[in-house]
């Protein structure tokens, strides 16, 4: 049986050059607020999005696979001729917030002439939305993209089945339904060992957004287990790498700041306890070389770095994006009123099993793999991770002077911007 011809020019519907993207080169931490502003951006990209996106670009790496990213000239004639097939990607394409970006894009994909390939892409349901309702605002717009994709001859790999019943309302029901590739980019071996591990030496590398720093759930995590770390993605970036950003010390200024982030969020970041990594491959070897006991926290990727570190992850659900990726992997989830069933930390880790996501996984991969190869993109998945993990990694504090310096003006009132930080969650009802 003679094998179908792979796809070998390949166009990314993406700007390359942003430093959200950037893979192929270690972050210089020194020079990345002036990178940024160049860009474009006003604060810091979400670093979690360079997990998806290595992960695709590592599976489908081979030696005869040329790619380029669209450089958003409108020329596509030139696309049609010069490439084989597109790779969209588009994460929460099918929302409110997106349905701008959702028509454009089927726009441009009714002028192609070749497949277009949308990767791990769903919904994004605000907290009290249904399904129904994302149907009545965006229907008609979702079905004219997802039509436009298919008569491309293209295909679409859905993230969940949240994503899926939102298809199967549209009438779309033999949609595919594959997870996200980032969870692939080790190989299909990927299993979870929980270890037996004494309270005394737990450790949680803690994720989230700031908001969640000033709720009881997560203070509790750090006052009983001090060792803990929290890993942001985008919202600390000023604090550790924006050069002056912390010269200004008057007392007004440090009360703006526990406002902010709350007298957990400033805490950790004197004692050295906020990272933010723009380069996977650090925050992979990081975690793996830092005795973490678990993950725990919002952010799904911020969860699944520690798992392909082999470090055992506990999402806590905050809307459809997180719940579906977890629930489809059988990674243990909870929303944050089932999280009160346990005493602590500790005694959740105990009870989370992940025989499910083993015995599911290979399973999971065969089949992403499988939908890879009938689109043509792959013979087999490169199980061989082109960015690797660092060792030894150390922790860039750009603005570690500045930290220090605010650190003794805090330390002096340091009872009253507690006392200031319990009023304010109290005014505004946070638990």
Same mark, same amino acid.
């Given at each position: 049986?003679?094998?179908?011809?792979?796809?070998?020019?390949?166009?990314?519907?993406?700007?390359?050059?942003?430093?959200?993207?950037?893979?192929?080169?270690?972050?210089?931490?020194?020079?990345?607020?002036?990178?940024?502003?160049? =860009?474009?951006?006003?604060?810091?990209?979400?670093?979690?999005?360079?997990?998806?996106?290595?992960?695709?670009?590592?599976?489908?790496?081979?030696?005869?696979?040329e790619?380029?990213?669209?450089?958003?000239?409108?020329?596509?004639?030139c696309?049609?001729? %010069?490439?084989d097939?597109?790779?969209?990607?588009?994460?929460?394409?099918?929302?409110? =917030?997106?349905?701008?970006?959702?028509? =454009?894009?089927?726009?441009?994909?009714?002028?192609?002439?070749?497949?277009?390939?949308?990767?791990?892409?769903?919904?994004?349901?605000?907290?009290?939305?249904?399904?129904?309702?994302?149907?009545?605002?965006?229907?008609?717009?979702?079905?004219?993209?997802?039509e436009?994709v298919?008569?491309?001859?293209?295909?679409?790999?859905?993230?969940?089945?949240?994503?899926?019943?939102?298809?199967?309302k549209?009438?779309?029901?033999?949609?595919?339904?594959?997870?996200?590739?980032?969870?692939?980019?080790?190989?299909?071996?990927?299993?979870?060992?929980?270890?037996?591990?004494?309270?005394?030496?737990?450790k949680?590398?803690?994720?989230?957004?700031?908001?969640?720093?000033?709720?009881?759930?997560?203070?509790?995590?750090?006052?009983?287990?001090?060792?803990?770390?929290?890993?942001?993605?985008?919202?600390?970036?000023?604090?550790?790498? *924006?050069?002056?950003?912390?010269?200004?010390?008057?007392?007004?200024?440090?009360?703006?700041?526990?406002?902010?982030?709350?007298y957990?969020?400033?805490?950790?970041?004197?004692?050295?306890?906020?990272?933010?990594?723009?380069?996977?491959?650090?925050?992979?070897?990081?975690?793996?070389?830092?005795?973490? %006991?678990?993950?725990?926290?919002?952010?799904?990727?911020?969860?699944?770095?520690?798992?392909?570190?082999?470090?055992?992850?506990?999402?806590? *659900?905050?809307?459809?994006?997180?719940?579906?990726?977890?629930?489809?992997?059988?990674?243990?989830?909870?929303?944050?009123?089932?999280?009160?069933?346990?005493?602590?930390?500790?005694?959740?880790?105990?009870?989370?099993?992940?025989?499910?996501?083993?015995?599911?996984?290979?399973?999971?991969?065969?089949?992403?793999?499988?939908?890879l190869?009938?689109?043509?993109?792959v013979?087999?998945?490169?199980?061989?991770?082109?960015?690797?993990m660092?060792s030894?990694?150390?922790?860039?504090?750009?603005?570690?002077?500045?930290?220090?310096?605010? =650190?003794?003006?805090?330390?002096?009132?340091?009872?009253?911007?507690?006392?200031?930080?319990?009023?304010?969650?109290?005014?505004?009802g946070?638990?």
């Amino acid at each position: 049986m003679k094998k179908e011809k792979l796809v070998t020019k390949l166009l990314i519907y993406m700007r390359s050059n942003k430093s959200e993207y950037d893979i192929f080169n270690h972050t210089d931490y020194y020079s990345l607020k002036d990178r940024l502003q160049k =860009e474009g951006y006003t604060g810091y990209p979400n670093y979690g999005n360079k997990v998806w996106y290595q992960g695709i670009i590592s599976e489908l790496y081979r030696d005869d696979l040329e790619y380029s990213f669209y450089d958003y000239s409108g020329n596509v004639d030139c696309v049609n001729e %010069s490439y084989d097939a597109v790779l969209m990607p588009c994460a929460n394409i099918f929302s409110e =917030e997106f349905v701008g970006k959702l028509v =454009e894009n089927t726009e441009f994909i009714r002028k192609l002439k070749i497949p277009v390939y949308v990767i791990s892409c769903g919904i994004q349901l605000g907290q009290d939305e249904s399904i129904d309702y994302l149907v009545s605002k965006i229907g008609k717009e979702s079905a004219d993209f997802i039509e436009a994709v298919y008569s491309t001859g293209g295909d679409i790999c859905l993230r969940g089945y949240i994503s899926k019943e939102f298809f199967d309302k549209l009438g779309f029901k033999d949609a595919f339904v594959g997870g996200c590739p980032s969870i692939y980019q080790t190989g299909r071996n990927l299993g979870i060992i929980k270890k037996t591990i004494s309270p005394d030496n737990f450790k949680v590398a803690v994720n989230g957004h700031n908001t969640e720093l000033k709720t009881k759930l997560y203070r509790d995590v750090f006052k009983h287990y001090p060792q803990s770390e929290f890993f942001d993605q985008d919202e600390y970036g000023e604090y550790l790498y *924006s050069p002056g950003f912390m010269t200004d010390r008057h007392i007004k200024k440090i009360i703006w700041h526990v406002r902010k982030n709350g007298y957990l969020g400033c805490n950790l970041l004197f004692d050295k306890k906020v990272n933010m990594f723009a380069d996977v491959s650090d925050w992979i070897g990081y975690l793996t070389e830092n005795n973490f %006991s678990m993950s725990f926290g919002s952010r799904i990727h911020g969860n699944i770095v520690p798992i392909l570190a082999g470090i055992p992850g506990v999402v806590n *659900s905050c809307d459809s994006r997180t719940l579906e990726i977890a629930q489809f992997y059988n990674i243990p989830c909870y929303s944050s009123n089932d999280l009160e069933k346990f005493k602590n930390l500790y005694e959740l880790y105990e009870t989370i099993d992940y025989s499910s996501f083993n015995l599911s996984y290979k399973e999971k991969y065969d089949k992403f793999e499988a939908f890879l190869r009938k689109c043509k993109l792959v013979e087999n998945i490169n199980e061989d991770n082109i960015f690797g993990m660092s060792s030894g990694v150390k922790k860039t504090i750009v603005n570690e002077k500045d930290i220090q310096k605010m =650190e003794s003006k805090y330390k002096t009132f340091k009872s009253l911007y507690w006392m200031l930080d319990k009023s304010l969650n109290i005014y505004h009802g946070i638990k």
